[in-house]
């Protein structure tokens, strides 16, 4: 195919806008685009964009924002802004970017062709947020793995209705709706077909797909895909505690491409601020689930989401966070601090905690969980772990053989076997020197070294 122009997408937030990005891509694609990594060489800039936290917003509107140098240079640049903060915003945000030719939002993706034509064809300014019942759906093709990936994102479902009253999720991703178990396997079976070996299944609460559909379960989707041949590794994101079943904890533990791992966030130790957040469970319960997952799954990883400072959390509903920290020793644990948003209800509660109370807080919970991460990690010394190979290192660490005193950094001395990197099923990165070794390969790999990020593994 000849391409007319080129395409600069940037992606910020989720894990769920990297999908929508690449969808977005290729519907560029099937309208002469081709993908440029070099913002000057653009014909048409999409910013996917996140409004989960103040400062994702911002990002967008300030990259936006310096955009409009460029569309001086060239006038027949198109410029999008697309996704959450499109949707959230739609008019308003043609006040902030008066040159912004397409608002498209979360639930317009579809139109997204007919309205760059429209564009070429003399109009700006189209908002389009519409909310459509329907769901976006673009099976890969040849080119989608031009860069010869071997993991990939596949969206299971979209939207939610849990309102958790922090969160604006379900106002700016809409009504919850699962795809089809067909359409999802045939995406994995190409997406199998292009290389691809391993794959995360999204949703902002896989644990609720197909049930309003009358559709299968999530774990019998999981055994579906569990059954696709030529790919060997299956992560999810992510689970809610309240419905957490025993049938996904039995599909964790059963069937084989299914990783040990599991990101379950918990928000807060304290039932109170539970409550306020509307999570619908308590801390005994969510103890009681994690209970059940390490007795059925004994290696299972588990991470978790936390916000610090939600309006009226006292030093004692913080304690409350670090005890269940404590009880729980996550492995990985991604925390923010609270972030206001207008059209959720945790905006009008009183009892907002300062920000530099916040920040601490935050900064206190990092540095309490440090020693869990070290304390996982070191557990797998002398283990034999399955490392799904990814490509060679991007910095090259020192090794049992360097220095006595090792830490994770550059090394000058390295000799001349490669250093590549994979990850563990509990989606720990292994450093490990080898050649000869292609990314995709499964090797097992014997952890000799643990640092506070990373594994140092030989074969
Ligand atoms: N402020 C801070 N963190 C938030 N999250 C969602 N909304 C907010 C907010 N208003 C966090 C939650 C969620 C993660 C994706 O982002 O921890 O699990
Ligand atoms: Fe937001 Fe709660 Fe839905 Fe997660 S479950 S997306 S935190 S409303």
Known sequence: MKYKGFAYIYTIGCQMNVYDSEKLLSVLKSIGYEETEVLDKADIVVCNTCTIRHKAQEKAYSFLGRLS?????????????AGCVAQQDGEKALKRLPGIDIVLGTQSFSRFAQLVEQVKGGRSNIVDIESKETIFEVMPDSSCN????ISR????????????????????RGKEKSRKPEAIIQEIELLAEYGIKEVTLLGQNVNSYGIKENDISFAKLLKKVNAVSSITRIRFATSHPKDLSDELIYALRDLEKVCCHLHLPVQSGSDRILKRMNRGYTKASYLKKIAKLKKEC??????TDLITGFPSETREDFDETLNLMKEVEFDSVYAFSYSDRSITPAMKFDGKIEEEEKRARLNELFAFQDFYTDKNNKKLIGKIESVLVEGASKKRMKTVNDTVNQSEGEINNFNDTIQMMGRTESNKIVHFAG????????LDLKIEQAYPHSLWGTM
């Open 435 to 442: 050649n000869n070794i292609e990314p995709g390969m499964i």
């Open 146 to 149: 031009s860069k010869n990936e």
């Open 69 to 81: 140098k460029l569309k001086k240079k060239k006038p027949h640049l198109i410029s999008v802004i």
């Open 153 to 172: 994102f596949v969206t299971i479902m979209q939207g939610c209705e849990n309102f958790c009253t922090y969160c604006v999720v379900p106002y700016v």
């Open 298 to 303: 004994p290696k299972i990883a588990i991470s």
